[in-house]
């Protein structure tokens, strides 16, 4: 993926936290995307929000990290992996992640369904944190189970599953570049003793070494990705 259209996705990626209802908020976050926005549809579940956004010919989707609800903090730590029956045991991805993408799911494959039978633009699956984990599983869902290539970026984002499931996912035509910046405590998570495994090329967003002791909260901040992000 080319590291200029990193601070374009991630633009989507920070307005997400507002979770904006409609394009006339989007366009009040920021102004520059008025010109090249033709659809927005927002999108909802108990415990996260994201939208679909026709841009310059491209289409968007993307989703907002972790908001402070106990719920969605419960499906953060839920990490055991998930059978695809539904039993618990010898799964891949992380559990909580995966029943946050399912909420999801039915609406953007009638969406993409439909739009491709008129028209085919590139897809971009973006988000920052949670987000960005929802959007790996979105990316792999897309080219996996509706054979379409796609791209995804994923800023700050956890693990999302065991080696198994990096393994599976490289092999799909998905074009992935996962941002961390810094020493970000995030990315660390759910812990490499587990088994779970990151996924696409890593683009590091470079920070002094000591930030690694003392700055690996803020690191993840959507504040920090956005300081350094403006610098590309």
Not at 110 to 120: A, P, V
Not at 180 to 204: A, C, M, Q, S, T
Request: charged residues 25%; proline residues 6%; glycine residues 8%.
């Amino acid at each position: 993926m080319s590291q200029k259209i990193i601070p374009d996705l991630w633009r989507f990626s920070s307005i997400a936290r507002f979770d904006p209802k409609n394009s006339r908020d989007l366009i009040k976050l920021d102004p520059t995307l008025g010109k090249g926005l033709c659809v927005f549809i927002p999108m909802y579940s108990k415990i996260d929000y994201g939208f679909i956004a026709e841009y310059n010919d491209r289409l968007i989707i993307c989703f907002r990290g972790t908001r402070k609800d106990i719920r969605a903090y419960i499906s953060d730590i839920n990490t055991y992996p998930l059978l695809k029956d539904g039993y618990w045991g010898k799964g891949t991805i992380h559990n909580g992640f995966y029943s946050g993408w399912e909420s999801f799911k039915r609406g953007i494959t009638n969406y993409i369904s439909e739009l491709y039978k008129h028209t085919k633009m590139p897809i971009y699956c973006c988000g920052h944190s949670r987000g960005g984990a929802l959007a790996t599983l979105c990316a792999r869902h897309i080219a996996k189970n509706m054979k379409i290539p796609c791209s995804c970026l994923p800023s700050g984002s956890p693990k999302v599953g065991i080696k198994a499931f990096r393994d599976q996912f490289d092999l799909l035509p998905i074009n992935c570049t996962r941002v961390v910046n810094g020493y970000d405590i995030v990315p660390e998570l759910p812990p490499y003793d587990f088994g779970f495994r990151h996924i696409g090329k890593l683009h590091w967003l470079k920070q002094p070494r000591w930030h690694k002791y003392f700055r690996y909260f803020s690191d993840h901040h959507y504040e920090s990705y956005q300081k350094e992000i403006n610098k590309i």
